[in-house]
Structures are given as structure tokens and as C-alpha cells.
Nanobody
Framework: QVQLVESGGGSLQARWSLRLSCVAS????????MGWFRQAPGTEREGFAS???????RYAASVAGRFTISRDNAKNTLYLQMNSLTAEDSAMYYC????????????????WGQGTQVTVSS
């Protein structure tokens, strides 16, 4: 059973930056893709960033140019650097662990963390 633990969330003001981390309790995350999702109250879960095992990244238009996903395979850790945050970025943020080397949609993921809350005030 894979466990994912996110950290780094908090309350902050618009235009600030924040870095989230997600540690996976596996032997190695290197063979598989990972991603970040978020969900605000009353909205559907949004997958907005993914990183394949080869390091190729993808972003939703809503975060492209502001957020950066990265991975440290040696530490079994996924990161999300978030810059220029706005109130619209307020949500519960989840990391996800894939079952393939490349992430293609939500069906690529099998394990999910419990989430970390990010609240941005304008």
C-alpha cells in the first residue's frame, strides 16, 4: 500500500509564493508518474500538474507559468512551487501516484494523499 503525505499548505496573501511537498512511502517513485490535483468547495477536482518518470511536465492553463512541479527520486518526494498566488488558487491540494511511467488523465493515478489546504486572501 502506497501512502502519500502532503505538507506545506497554509494561509497567505495574494502574490505570495508557497512550496508543497509530498512524500511517498514506496521503495522508489522513479518508475512512475506523479501529479498534483486540487479541489475547492463546490467544485470538481482539477488535475493541474503532472510529471512523468522521464521528467516531462504538463500544466493546466490555469497554473502554467506560475506553478512548477518537480520530483526528487532519491527522497521519494514530489514538489509543487507556487508563485503569484491568487484567491482562485485557494483549495485543498492533493498529490497522486501513478501506475504508469506517463500520466494521461486521472485514470493514470492509483494512490492519493489526504491533502493540504492552501488559502489565499486577496
Amino acid at each position: 500500500q502506497v501512502q502519500l503525505v502532503e505538507s506545506g499548505g497554509g494561509s497567505l496573501q495574494a502574490r505570495w509564493s508557497l512550496r508543497l511537498s509530498c512524500v511517498a512511502s514506496v521503495y522508489s517513485i522513479s518508475p512512475y508518474c506523479m501529479g498534483w490535483f486540487r479541489q475547492a468547495p463546490g467544485t470538481e477536482r482539477e488535475g493541474f500538474a503532472s510529471i512523468n518518470s522521464d521528467g516531462i511536465t504538463r500544466y493546466a492553463a490555469s497554473v502554467a507559468g506560475r506553478f512548477t512541479i518537480s520530483r526528487d527520486n532519491a527522497k521519494n518526494t514530489l514538489y509543487l512551487q507556487m508563485n503569484s498566488l491568487t484567491a482562485e488558487d485557494s483549495a485543498m491540494y492533493y498529490c497522486a501516484y501513478g501506475v504508469y511511467w506517463r500520466c494521461q488523465g486521472e485514470s493514470s493515478y492509483e494512490y492519493w494523499g489526504q491533502g493540504t489546504q492552501v488559502t489565499v486572501s486577496s
